[in-house]
DNA sequence: GCAACTAAACCGTCCGGTCGGTATATAAAT
DNA sequence: ATTTATATACCGACCGGACGGTTTAGTTGC
């Protein structure tokens, strides 16, 4: 659902890109209209022809990004080998890939532009966010689960605002930790 | 220092306060001079008397955001008893108290307004942060400390968002998890 | 007499949103 | 076949309010 019928992006698509890139380029609080409308490559009344308002703008960012976290997730799903902590294992890895590509930096503007215009904006978040929880209590054994998740929350919060202080080592060697700590859980 | 000599708050512990609860309450993006002026009970004249600007505000918000964390981790030295993991141990119990008072909050505050105006006001933090690492590191032995920590940058960073869908148990569970972890480590 | 304001008008800019108009395509009416 | 109508997608000038910051003239307390 990413291109229409002739194979080049919607401006529905064409708008969000842009939208995603000037949040990490200006930051939350610069995005406007105008900015959003030359960047997609159509003027502010066009955009705002698709978004009646920055607000449905902004939702749809939040949208989009939700879903492409459990697309990933879902994708994911059949590489894994079942076992225990499968969720807990999923969620993780879901967010550490993500944090690899670009989208990362999709998601992490989509929040603070949320943040900052309107906190109602991240009710679908705190949704998702319940349902993950649900997920990983669901197949755990300990809390070793909830640990791993919690750090990745904390490790991927850091990069979202580029305040993480780890050296690639650094990240890699976290990274085994926290796939230890899925599996073998906490000493007793 | 926080108050003057004759024991009333000074005009700019006022003007902080009333940022940071402004903040919190209406959202970083919609954070004005004239709220603020207007909540900390004085002219937007003497708010722009004691902060010259807008920014010259948001900058004391986070400095002082940052001396208290400072603050709370050396008061609670003397309080733990020493052995492996201090360093983590202060780190983790200091934040996850901030997030008991309503502290936490002016951190976020801080926080959301920095992100949403102006990245380069994260600066300071970013340096902060990597301190911490350092400290952690220099008195860890294994990878849990670091676990440990980024755990409670995960919790902290929902509550801040007001996104965690931890109930009173479950985070009281998973703060015990957190120091099991930090006195035990990882099973092997 | 100076520091620390108050009060209120004012300026320039930015920005969300409106609105009249346009181009193209498809369909309906004659 | 030609006109007329309708829908979609978009343009871009413009409006009005918000906001950061300035200025000015006066006030209060040490």
């Not at 194979?7 to 406007?32: H, N, P, Q, Y």
Request: contains cysteine; aromatic residues 2%.
């Amino acid at each position: 659902m990413l291109e229409n019928a002739r194979g080049r992006k919607s401006s529905r698509e064409k708008i969000l890109d842009a939208a995603a890139e000037l949040v990490s380029e200006i930051g939350a609080g610069r995005l406007t209209l105008d900015a959003v409308a030359e960047r997609a490559g159509l003027s502010k009344g066009g955009l705002l022809y698709n978004f009646p308002s920055k607000e449905a703008l902004l939702q749809a960012m939040i949208r989009r990004m939700i879903d492409q976290v459990t697309e990933s997730r879902e994708a994911l799903r059949p590489q894994l080998k079942p076992g225990p902590n499968l969720e807990a294992r999923l969620a993780t890895t879901t967010l550490l890939n993500m944090c690899c590509d670009g989208k990362m930096q999709e998601i992490a503007t989509g929040l603070m532009v949320a943040t900052a215009e309107n906190p109602r904006l991240l009710d679908p978040v705190r949704e998702v966010i319940s349902e993950t929880l649900q997920r990983i209590k669901s197949d755990s054994d300990d809390d070793a689960a909830l640990l791993g998740w919690l750090a990745v929350e904390g490790l991927s919060n850091l990069e979202m605002h580029n305040l993480s202080p780890f050296s690639d080592q650094d990240r890699e060697r976290i990274v085994q930790a926290i796939n230890r700590l899925l599996t073998k859980g906490i000493a007793s």
